[in-house]
């Protein structure tokens, strides 16, 4: 049992920066690739990105790279998500989520969510 909740979101004007955090509670996040996803509404959610369970390893959509960052303290049971250079299109309510040991960007993989936090990008 894992129980995660983002915190972070908000409304920014296009450029501007957020940082979102997840915390994990039950079991140590260390045993968990943890990854970021988003849904807009009307739209499916997609896979935004992921981090291997040391954070050795980072996966991004190409539609984030280069603007977003994915990080782990897995001392605090803690993800982030710093999102940068945000665009109108990054509005969405943003995920956290978690699954065992292996890499993947597919919702459905995943086993463990928290409740989302909206970010809103305003132009």
């Known amino acids: 049992q894992v129980q995660l909740v983002e915190s972070g979101g908000g409304l920014v004007q296009a450029g501007g920066s957020l940082r979102l955090s997840c915390a994990a509670s039950?079991?140590?996040?260390?045993?968990?690739?943890m990854g970021w996803f988003r849904q807009a509404p009307g739209k499916e959610r997609e896979f935004v990105a992921a981090?291997?369970?040391?954070?050795?390893?980072?996966y991004y959509a190409d539609s984030v790279k280069g603007r977003f960052t994915i990080s782990r303290d897995n001392a605090l049971n803690t993800v982030y998500l710093q999102m940068n250079s945000l665009k109108p299109e990054d509005t969405a309510v943003y995920y956290c989520?978690?699954?065992?040991?292996?890499?993947?960007?597919?919702?459905?993989?995943?086993?463990?969510w928290g409740q989302g936090t909206q970010v809103a990008v305003s132009s």
């Open positions: 039950g079991r140590t996040v260390s045993n968990y690739v």
């Open positions: 989520a978690a699954r065992p040991l292996l890499y993947s960007d597919s919702p459905g993989s995943y086993e463990y």
């Open positions: 981090i291997s369970r040391i954070g050795g390893r980072t």
